[in-house]
């Protein structure tokens, strides 16, 4: 990875807190806060998308799920489903 050299003025309370709690170096410590921004910037795109374009209007996403068993399973488990599981390992 490619380092670049910041130069910044920051809350110093901020970074004196940040600092003892995490112990790591102020590189690593705005490296951190780097992906913390990014992981927040993209869930709230991912938010607006499911806004402009929810799952409910697309038919290959709109689907019923099959009917099955109610919840909890308390039966005895399909012999099919054993074997598969052991082939599988």
Do not use: F, N, Q
Not at 16 to 21: G, K, T, V
Not at 68 to 83: K, N, Q, T, W
Request: cysteine-free.
């Amino acid at each position: 990875m490619a380092r670049v050299r910041i130069s910044t003025t920051v809350d110093g309370e901020r970074l004196a807190r940040a600092r003892a709690l995490t112990g790591v170096s102020d590189g690593k410590l705005v490296d951190r806060a780097l992906v913390a921004l990014l992981e927040d910037l993209e869930a709230e795109r991912e938010l607006a998308a499911l806004d402009r374009h929810p799952y409910d209007d697309d038919p290959d996403l709109r689907w019923e799920a099959p009917p099955g068993p109610a919840l909890p399973y308390d039966g005895e488990v399909p012999a099919d489903v054993i074997a598969l599981a052991r082939r599988r390992g």
